[in-house]
């Protein structure tokens, strides 16, 4: 992305306003607005590019071999702009791979794609062993839903949460699903002719 003189100098002294904040005048309110308009069109229309260099990457994928050189043009630009190759690129280069182009994208999309499922799995990982910081837990007394949930009537208090006064508490698997009974035997046949 790049940015116009003017727009550099409206960037600048924004960034000096949230460092030393100050009152702003209405121009200077109307610039940055205009800048974030404009920052934000330039990001919507890197997205609709990006989608669009997607869908031609798999056209030319569908249509191989016989776009094999557009194909591979169309790998490589996606590839430079941070694509991360999908199993499909991994198949359709490893069919293309008599020629020297195919046979090095084939090699560096391995290399991208086993460091993108490692930073995946590294991150599961890391995620579940240190978590960050993070707010309130969920599922534990005392966590947003046992807030949420002290409000609404009929929802049972979370364990280590005093229960109010007008609340029920939870009924039992056995209170709402009463055991069947089993049928009585049918009477017998000498009790019917006495």
Known sequence: MAFSADELRVLRRALAIALH????????????LRLAGSVDEAVAEAGRLRAFLLADLSRYRNALPGSATGYLELLQDALAAGYDPRPDDLAALRALRGGPLAAALLERCQVLAERSVRARLAGRTAGAAAPGPR??????????AAARDADRPGVPAAPGRPQKPGDR???????????????APPPSEERAAG
Do not use: I, T, Y
């Open 135 to 144: 707010g309130r837990l969920l599922a534990l007394p005392g966590g947003r």
């Open 169 to 183: 508490p939870m009924p039992k698997p056995s209170e709402v699903f009463p055991p069947r009974r089993r049928p």
């Open 21 to 32: 904040p100050m009152p702003l005048s209405d121009e200077d309110v109307q610039d940055c």
